[in-house]
């Protein structure tokens, strides 16, 4: 069960643990069929890189760092303002709060907000659904603050990331830098791929065919 690793594109396994293999193959039938030992077929290698392109297409909407209600606590405070009030459309408002939301991010200690809040604008009538929510969390002082709570759609909901026990015992439930899709699927693909190549290249090489046993 030796590994080698002088030409890990040609086999694995060294010489004596392919001569076993051989060996085996030769000798075992399942129902009067052997196992022959051929290549990767070229559409199944083209069908496993569709899979990969497909699983890449179908998260990649989920990609990036999620709205937080921080990003809208600005336009929350600012949205019952006599000079908010007195614009005539949703839209002028709307457009108002977005542009003294970003000045208040450019001056956080978080530099993703402003980027944060760009791709991920809001309607006038999601900012007065959700506003109720984020006076609340503001005002009741609890144990998880605006950064916490993910906004989905027009409702602010805690976070279900669960990260590192603060010094109060609770878990961190801010999103990681790690767990943004793109990073994840990165992952989980390349881990395939190594696993992949582990175990094809454990066998022996294509080029060695193995003589069925005739009984």
């Not at 609890?142 to 279900?160: H, I, K, M, P, R």
Request: charged share 20%.
């Amino acid at each position: 069960m030796a590994w080698k690793f002088d030409n890990p594109l040609y086999s694995l396994s060294d010489e004596e643990q392919n001569k076993r293999a051989i060996t085996l193959w030769e000798a075992e039938r399942h129902g009067d069929l052997w196992a022959a030992n051929n290549r990767l077929p070229f559409p199944v290698t083209l069908l496993i890189a569709l899979i990969v392109l497909t699983a890449f297409m179908m998260t990649m909407p989920i990609w990036g760092q999620r709205p937080t209600a921080e990003l809208y606590a600005p336009m929350v405070q600012l949205m019952d303002s006599p000079q908010v009030k007195g614009m005539a459309t949703n839209k002028e408002k709307i457009a108002y709060l977005t542009t003294e939301a970003m000045k208040a991010h450019e001056q956080a200690k978080d530099s993703r907000l402003p980027g944060l809040l760009e791709r991920h604008p809001i309607t006038w009538s999601d900012l007065q659904l959700m506003a109720p929510a984020i006076r609340e969390i503001q005002s009741s002082g609890g144990t998880y603050g605006l950064e916490s709570y993910t906004v989905v759609g027009d409702q602010v909901v805690l976070a279900n990331f669960e990260g590192m026990r603060r010094p109060d015992g609770k878990r961190l439930r801010t999103q990681p830098w790690f767990d943004t899709g793109f990073i994840i699927d990165m992952f989980y693909v390349t881990y395939f791929i190594i696993v992949m190549v582990l175990v094809c290249k454990r066998l022996p090489h294509f080029s060695q065919k193995a003589n069925p046993k005739k009984n």
